[in-house]
């Protein structure tokens, strides 16, 4: 068995010992932790450092110990169209086999599974943050909005039209202005 390099007492490390490798003993963790660093993309993330709800529930099974649960925190971002602040709830779902040492390496050794997305117990311990992050950044939005509709920036100066509906720029041009006007003045002239 390979020595293993996770410090168990990390918030991201997972002590299974207690499931005694039987099938069917499960254990639930449910622990906050501060967020690591980069959980997200370049638009959104969750911040480093705040606050994680894991809600974890371990199980052995016949190959190895099985982590189900959730991922909860706030990822932070700037809306795609108008580049306000988007905070949004995450709540990812995380689902992982890690499989018992001599399992995967009899697995590696019969050449029939060199699945390289085999996660694999080191020790009795579980090395939770790859798959944390695995779970949480596909649940952040691909282009974050501030709102569904959100209306973006003016092209002609920048403002957020979100904060001004009606925000408008004359572009009429000088010529068509002085027609604009003779118009106006004959629809007043039918509205009297
Ligand atoms: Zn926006
Ligand atoms: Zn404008």
């Known amino acids: 068995m390979r020595p293993s390099h996770l410090d168990p007492r990390s918030p991201f490390v997972l002590e299974t010992h207690e499931l005694g490798r039987r099938p069917g003993s499960m254990r639930t ?3 906050t932790v501060a967020a690591p660093d980069e ?21 052995a099974v016949m190959e190895g110990v099985l982590v189900t649960g959730s991922i909860r925190g706030e990822a932070v971002g700037e809306c795609v169209r108008c580049l306000e602040k988007v905070v949004e709830p995450v709540d990812a ?27 694999e117990l080191e020790g009795d311990l579980v090395d939770l943050e790859p798959a944390l992050r695995d779970s949480v950044v596909p649940t952040l939005p691909f282009r974050p909005l501030c709102r569904p509709d959100c209306p973006g920036l003016c092209s002609q100066c920048g403002a957020r039209l979100a904060d001004d509906p009606d925000h408008a720029h004359d572009l009429i041009d000088p010529r068509w202005a002085a027609l604009g006007g003779l118009a106006g003045s004959d629809d007043e002239k039918r509205e009297s």
């Open 29 to 31: 963790v449910q622990r």
């Open 93 to 119: 779902p995380i689902q992982e086999l890690y499989v018992y040492p001599e399992r995967a390496q009899a697995a590696v050794a019969s050449g029939d599974d060199e699945d390289e997305d085999v996660r």
């Open 39 to 59: 959980l997200g993309s370049g638009m959104i993330g969750i911040p480093s450092g705040s606050d994680l709800e894991l809600d974890l529930r371990l199980e």
